[in-house]
């Protein structure tokens, strides 16, 4: 049942919103607790906060299945918050996000490297094998 009204909850927000502020899913759960009693969570302070988050990751996987299945609108967002995500990663940090993340990258990829070679075990060989594909790359 919970699956259910969680579906429909996703489905009338994503009409309203397609990326709601966290406030506003905390709203709705607060709402739906406040309507059907029931529904109300023993043991957590609000009563609302597990369905606060079954919301929120409800709606990001209904965007997914939209994604998926070629909504122009979910897809223009998903860019657009990716780019206000490196942006307010560099506000707060002064830092560019990729070029860290690159930096970072580069810094860490022999050491990985080395300690995926030196696995062994029942993936050691499949590793093996994707590692001498990358050797094959590389060179």
């Given at each position: 049942m919970k699956m259910e009204i969680l579906d429909k909850i996703a489905q009338a927000m994503f009409v309203l919103k397609a990326y709601p502020e966290s406030h506003e899913i905390e709203a709705v759960a607060s709402?739906?607790?406040?309507?059907?009693?029931?529904l109300m969570e023993p043991g957590t302070g609000t009563g609302y906060h597990g369905w606060t988050?079954?919301?929120?990751?409800?709606?990001?996987?209904?965007r997914s299945k939209l994604h998926r299945a070629g909504c122009n609108e979910v897809s223009v967002n998903r860019k657009r918050r990716e780019k206000d995500g490196d942006k307010e990663f560099n506000r707060?940090?002064?830092?560019?996000l990729l070029r860290t993340f690159r930096a970072a990258l580069d810094e860490y990829?022999?050491?990985l490297l080395k300690l995926y070679r030196a696995r062994t075990g029942a993936l050691g060989q499949e590793m093996e094998n994707l590692l001498d594909k990358l050797d094959e790359q590389v060179d």
């Open positions: 709402k739906l607790v406040r309507t059907h009693p029931c988050i079954s919301i929120k990751f409800k709606l990001g996987n209904y707060v940090t002064t830092k560019e990829s022999p050491r």
